[in-house]
């Protein structure tokens, strides 16, 4: 159900060039902003992990050979909390890093950093819906009774979930293309 990945952003730790159409304190400004949005993913993506550890632990193979779901769930209230403790966190730190994205944007920076900070924006928003859905299905689940619901319930979040980490890889892929096709625009450091 929830991927762990590398977050791309790692990429981009290092300096933009600067051109003469671009205030230099600016775009230091903006590398600033997009290091703490990148600490931020890091924290994030470790979180992540521990989440799709619990989320298997959970809803994997323990789930199906419980004979009394009902009690399987009572039993591992505490687990299911942290859980959504960790998916709430995770959605909480994409949109903290989109934000301090979003504030980069505003910034006055060369046009192709510009639209790159524009597409990790909208890439941080989808993967903070991806941890919203969770959410929303964990707690579904748990507060459902009626088998025939629950499976409804999976296969709707597996629909929405897929849906909506395709459009995040799409944009992924979209920030990297515009960082290969810009080197003199990014620079490794």
């Keep these: 159900m929830f991927r762990s990945r590398s977050i791309w952003l790692a990429?981009?730790?290092g300096l933009i060039s600067l051109s003469w159409a671009c205030d230099a304190g600016q775009v230091d400004e903006a590398n600033k902003l997009v290091d703490e949005g990148n600490a931020i993913i890091t924290k994030n993506n470790e979180v992540i992990q521990k989440a799709a550890a619990l989320n298997k632990e959970l809803l994997g193979e323990n789930m199906t050979k419980a004979e009394d779901l009902e009690k399987y769930k009572e039993e591992n209230k505490a687990k299911f909390d942290e859980l959504v403790k960790m998916n709430e966190q995770t959605e909480k730190g994409f949109n903290e890093a989109g934000a301090k994205f979003e504030q980069a944007a505003k910034l006055k920076v060369d046009d192709k950093?510009?639209?790159?900070?524009?597409?990790?924006?909208?890439e941080f928003k989808k993967r903070a819906e991806i941890e919203k859905?969770?959410?929303d299905f964990v707690k579904g689940f748990l507060a459902e009774k009626n088998l025939e619901k629950i499976d409804s319930l999976v296969d709707e979040y597996n629909k929405k979930s897929l849906a909506l980490m395709k459009e995040a890889d799409d944009l992924k892929a979209k920030a990297e293309k515009i960082i290969k096709d810009n080197p003199a625009v990014f620079k490794k450091s």
Excluded at 113 to 122: I, P
């Design 11 to 13: 990429v981009l730790l």
């Design 113 to 122: 950093f510009k639209e790159y900070l524009n597409v990790g924006v909208q």
């Design 133 to 135: 859905a969770g959410n």
